[in-house]
């Protein structure tokens, strides 16, 4: 995966917190448990919730560690070492920075108003959501109190060296994607249809899961013409090998790979609350080979794969 090296990056659509992190607690259920299937087999996947769960509301200021008094974040680092396509082709957090870019630019053109933009908040260690306290152990997450993604950037060398995956790039971009599918659903009212808590192989939990695999697929479809403010993609080149790549990390964050292998070493598809492997796989492939979100309805099939 390649950027327009000429491309001008927009760090507006992340929150820098790293180093002014820390635990806490908020109200509503994180949607994902890190959106890639760390189910409790590795790390704690629901955030602890007061008083039940929120679906909806805005942004809640003071809701994360991080945040000046005056309710900013303090990105001028970022800002400074992330200006083009250049430095996201040399630098994973610059990646991140383009990707949450494209990958917002894409659902607003699918959405039109309907889209409301929403930050990616990079956290180290730990980190005060409107859904509870969050840590580096619970890899990638959405918030949908907040309407906000938070990521520690380390997870992406865990996925690598714990879980085995080839990593790269695109693989990266694709875990972003499908946190920012867990935002569309939320705004679409798609979360409403699930019954917090619920698991097994057809529950709502996992659809919603394999929705968002779905819609990160018809992100990677459009992602090469996607404009940004210019006119011209961000997205220089995406290839096969990239497409391989994002396969055999959906392969390897299935329900089914994480209990075997890093679990207790048996299958019980009743605890499934992201899908299995072939499921994953599947649903990605599918919103990358129609670019359709149409094409990712899971709630009204009865055949996941």
Known sequence: MRYRESGSLDTSGVRDTRGRSGLGGGRGIAVGGGGLGLVGLVVVVLLQVLGGGDGGGGAAAGAFSGLGQDGTVDNSALEQ??????????????????DVESIQDYWTGVLGQQYVPTETVF?????????????????????????????????????????????????DAYVLAHE???????????????????????????????????????????????????????????????????LDAAARIGDDFIQENLGSGTVDQEAFTHGSSQQRQRWFRTGYETGDPSACDTFSTDDLG
């Open 81 to 98: 070492s992330c200006r083009t396509g250049a430095d996201a082709n040399e630098s994973v957090e610059c990646a991140v920075v383009a």
């Open 180 to 246: 920012y599918g867990h935002h569309v659903q939320n705004l679409l009212g798609i979360n409403a249809r699930v019954t917090p808590g619920e698991s097994g192989p057809t529950s709502g939990t996992v659809r919603l899961e394999l929705q968002a695999d779905c819609f990160a697929g018809t992100w990677a479809h459009h992602a090469e013409t996607v404009p940004d403010d210019s006119g011209e993609p961000l997205i220089a080149d995406i290839t096969d090998d990239d497409i391989d790549r994002a």
């Open 123 to 171: 956290f180290t260690g730990g980190v005060q959501t409107a859904c509870g306290a969050g840590s580096s152990g619970s890899g990638p997450f959405y918030c949908p109190a907040d309407h906000l993604v938070y990521i520690d950037l380390t997870f992406f060398d865990q996925l690598r060296q714990q879980f085995g995956a080839q990593g790269g790039l695109f693989v």
